[in-house]
């Protein structure tokens, strides 16, 4: 089992910046691909960001590419998600994801309770 606890969510202005945390226990938190999703009222969820075991390999989806940032501290058994240029758009229930074999839309072997975002125009 992975426990999962997102913080640093907000309200923003558009342009401006947040940096999301997502804290993990349990077990060993290297062996898992780590990921952000979001999720929109009225939407389905969307995969973000993900980033592989050791950290070498990310992956962003086409709509934050350039804007947002992944990574992970194995040592602090966290992952990070830098946002900058925030947009309307990017207001959301933003997810952190654990998974032991995937990254991509369909990861989440395990989910934390989410953390919102909201970017006003």
């Known amino acids: 089992q992975v426990q999962l606890v997102e913080s640093g969510g907000g309200l923003v202005q558009a342009g401006g910046s947040l940096r999301l945390f997502c804290s993990a226990s349990g077990r060993a938190f290297s062996t898992y691909a780590m990921g952000w999703l979001r999720q929109a009222p009225g939407k389905e969820r969307e995969f973000v960001a993900g980033?592989?075991?050791?950290?070498?390999?990310?992956y962003y989806a086409d709509s934050v590419k350039g804007r947002f940032t992944i990574s992970r501290d194995n040592i602090k058994n966290t992952v990070y998600l830098q946002m900058n240029s925030l947009k309307p758009e990017d207001t959301a229930l933003y997810y952190c994801a654990a998974d032991g074999l995937r990254i991509g839309s369909g990861m989440g072997d395990y989910w934390g309770q989410g953390t919102q975002v909201t970017v006003s125009s």
């Open positions: 980033i592989s075991r050791s950290g070498e390999d990310v």
